[in-house]
């Protein structure tokens, strides 16, 4: 392949709305077989909603839940953080919320600090819930939403419902990559329930849930080293490890700064469409300079 060529490869792929740095990326998108995708904010809009608030019966309420949980998730970039956030300031008082020292985000996993003297954690749920928390987190995973539980001083307070919806390009998406014989799995921190639903949608047979930051990085090195040529497209600080470890790293336009470095490949807008058209794309180029 002549610089030339590379070029002109790597022009069209800018208008077709990817940004391709260099020969290496583009040989790496030519020969991809598999493509890891995460789920919320890479297939998923991640322009997230509260869609249900459980407060647990005997406990601080409702309002005072969504207030503390908002307050710990000021800081936070994801977009369960922003939704609680959101839905906190639209709430009737509309009064400032508390400040918070003590701040950290576990990517993949939550975010906790202190408010008020409290120890207020906001994360995944994992392990039993109050009969409540549990039926509301059975019904959320039911429509595909995400679930996250509100912990005070180590108690469980609350359990958010939070949802959002796939982007109108993730199915022929996830279609045209097979047809090009490029094969879907899907990664994502979030619970299996939610997971299996987004797939279903997508006809993703290949679906990994629960996973950390480290299990995603690790999932994409065992399919490297059995033989897959790999690319991971995502958008979080979540995503940054796996990225790194793909053959192709490809960032969604619009996600986090983390991942955008992390990636080879950064895509303008936030259409993984895209990809299809620069493997396509890539091919071509390709196969014409040979
Ligand atoms: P994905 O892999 O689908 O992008 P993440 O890895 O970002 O999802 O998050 C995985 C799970 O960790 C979420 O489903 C949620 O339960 C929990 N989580 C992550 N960040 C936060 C946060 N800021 N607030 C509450 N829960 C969070
Ligand atoms: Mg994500």
New binding site residues.
């Given amino acids: 392949a002549t610089p030339t060529a590379l070029l002109a490869a790597t022009g069209r792929g800018a208008r077709l709305g990817v940004l391709v740095s260099g020969a290496r990326a583009l040989e790496a998108l030519r020969r991809v077989d598999t493509v890891v995708l ?5 297939l998923t809009t ?1 322009a997230m909603t509260v869609t249900g608030v459980t407060a647990v019966p005997g406990g601080i309420g409702a309002e005072a839940a969504i207030r503390l949980a908002a307050a710990v998730e000021r800081d936070s970039e994801h ?1 369960i953080g922003r939704a609680l956030t959101a839905h906190a300031r639209r709430g009737r008082d509309g009064g400032p919320l508390p400040a918070v020292t003590g701040f950290h985000a576990t990517p993949g996993s939550g975010v906790r600090g202190t408010v008020e003297g409290r120890r207020v954690e906001v994360a995944r749920p994992d392990g039993p819930l109050p009969a409540p928390l549990a039926d509301a987190l059975e019904t959320a995973e039911a429509a595909a939403h995400t679930a996250v539980l509100l912990r005070v001083d180590g108690a469980a307070q609350a359990l958010f419902a939070v949802g959002d919806v796939l982007r109108p390009g993730s199915y022929r998406a996830v279609d045209r990559l097979r047809r090009l014989g490029v094969e879907p799995v899907l990664a ?2 979030d619970r299996e329930a939610a997971a299996l639903a987004a797939a279903a949608a997508l006809r993703i047979t290949e679906t990994h849930a629960g996973l950390t930051p480290e299990d995603k990085a690790a999932l994409v090195g065992r399919l490297r080293a059995a033989g897959r040529r790999v690319a991971m497209i ?3 600080v ?2 940054a490890a796996a990225l790194a470890r793909a053959d192709l790293g490809i960032a969604m336009g619009g996600g986090t700064d983390v991942a955008i470095g992390a990636a080879d490949v950064t895509l303008v807008r936030a259409d993984i469409e895209a990809v299809a058209d620069a493997v396509a794309l890539s091919r071509r180029t390709l196969a014409t300079i040979r």
């Fill in positions: 995460d789920k919320t904010g890479t991640g977009p994502t921190g995502g958008d979080g979540n995503d």
